[in-house]
């Protein structure tokens, strides 16, 4: 259980969604702890012990305005997020992607956390339910004792489904004879291209995908079964044996790319995106495997450019927790039947680092509120992307899976829009007003939702 101290608020996991929760709450004034067990006890894909430590990729996925990624990146910088702040001084070169060198985003966000005068950080495991008032945001890979007095509390089994890890490739392994720097249709920061790509004729890309079906796979283990994967990033082997042009269309879809040496575009391509500042090592885009170690070597290196690739690391695949949010949390994200209590992050059901973030932000936020006597959580509008995403955890349908901020979560217009593309274009347009209202209004809403 906690260790006792000043505070007024406790928040459990150290990820990016309690760091942005327990600075949230401090920023209003709270004193908090912010609880992280690593590193006296580690998980199965941590590498470190710094705060906010990005494990499955290093992008945080579109920074274009017309996104709803875009809009909820807008909305968090807007609400004085930690973790954008991190990001943004920490961006390396993606195209229209914002992605960060990993090792600076942590550092930047633990030793702000460490400095915040009404912070304090704990490495320690918590191993029950927290006493009130407290946000947890332990995370996809809760700790088993936790994971179970949150089943308890919840009168759930528990859900879960699994991620799987992209490997890691040394630049300076890549072959640059081969591999051509580019972004799908010259769209990038650089001139010269966000991304190596390595280029795939058709014969290349068949013996790839028998390689691939033939190779081992890690088993999982027994409380592992059965397998539950979150289609935005699913194993390549698994989308392989979907059928052999599945890879084409999917992570290695060659179209807006050609091919310095033919003239031409590849049959399949294989991109690399920076992993660091300094243009070090890279990650395979969209290659999250759950392959043997060996296996991933011997198969990856028959891709063209990749042939003496140096790996930093290898895919892995680990569970992902979460729970049945629509029957759990109230709209505010406390637990229900246990006030003070709040979940927040990953494990309330929203998928991807921001989405995560945005979910600690709104944690941290309410529970600063129901500390300082406001018995309300704050009605965030749902035209907005955060607002969004908090509707559907909180009344979602009955089939709930986690879920990545998207389109379809977007209140419809009332008027009907015929265009996709205006229908889009008019999501984003009433989510930045109804944002730009709701803050300028102290970010208090009537409850009237406008239709756009």
Request: glycine content about 10%.
């Amino acid at each position: 259980m906690p260790t006792p101290g000043a505070t007024d608020l406790t928040v459990v996991g150290g990820g990016l969604a309690g760091s942005e929760a327990a600075w949230q709450a401090a920023e209003a004034g709270l004193r908090v702890t912010l609880y992280e067990m690593r590193p006296a006890r580690p998980t199965e894909a941590h590498r470190g012990e710094g705060l906010a430590e990005l494990v499955c990729s290093n992008s945080l996925k579109s920074d274009a305005p017309d996104t709803p990624a875009g809009e909820l990146k807008a909305e968090l910088r807007g609400l004085g997020s930690l973790i954008l702040r991190a990001a943004d001084a920490a961006r390396v070169p993606a195209g229209k992607a914002l992605a960060v060198d990993r090792e600076v985003f942590s550092r930047s966000v633990t030793e702000a956390i460490q400095s915040h005068p009404r912070i304090r950080l704990v490495r320690e495991e918590i191993t029950g339910l927290p006493p009130a008032p407290a946000v947890i945001a332990t995370g996809p890979l809760t700790a088993p004792a936790l994971a179970e007095a949150i089943r308890a509390a919840t009168g759930e089994r528990g859900l879960y489904f699994y991620d799987a890890i992209s490997p890691i490739v040394a630049a300076d392994s890549v072959n640059l004879e081969v591999a051509f720097r580019a972004s799908r249709y010259d769209a990038g920061d650089d001139p010269e291209g966000d991304y190596l790509n390595c280029p795939l004729d058709a014969e290349q890309y068949a013996g790839f995908i028998r390689d691939l079906l033939a190779a081992r796979t890690v088993e999982a283990a027994a409380f592992e079964e059965p397998a539950i994967y979150f289609e935005g990033c699913m194993p390549i082997e698994v989308m392989a044996a979907r059928g052999p042009e599945t890879l084409a269309h999917g992570p290695m879809k060659p179209v807006g790319l050609t091919d310095p040496r033919t003239g031409r575009m590849p049959h399949a391509v294989v991109q690399l995106r920076q992993e660091d500042l300094a243009r070090s090592y890279y990650n395979l885009v969209g290659f999250q495997t759950k392959l043997a170690w060996p296996e991933q070597e011997r198969v990856l290196r028959t891709i063209p450019g990749l042939e003496n690739a140096e790996f930093f690391r290898f895919g892995a695949i680990h569970r992902n927790t979460y729970v049945h949010s629509p029957t759990c949390l109230e709209p505010g994200l406390m637990l229900k039947g246990h006030p003070g209590i709040w979940l927040a992050g990953q494990i309330t059901g929203v998928e991807g680092y921001l989405e995560s973030t945005a979910m600690g932000l709104l944690a941290g936020l309410n529970a600063a509120r129901w500390v300082q006597g406001i018995d309300s959580p704050l009605q965030v509008p749902e035209g907005t992307a955060i607002g969004a995403l908090a509707r559907y955890l909180t009344q979602g349908a009955e089939r709930f899976q986690p879920m990545n901020i998207n389109f379809g979560l977007f209140p419809p217009p009332a008027a009907r829009v015929r265009s996709r593309a205006q229908r889009r274009e008019a999501a984003i347009q009433r989510a930045r007003e109804d944002f730009l209202a709701w803050r300028a209004g102290g970010m208090e809403w009537s409850g009237t939702q406008q239709q756009a």
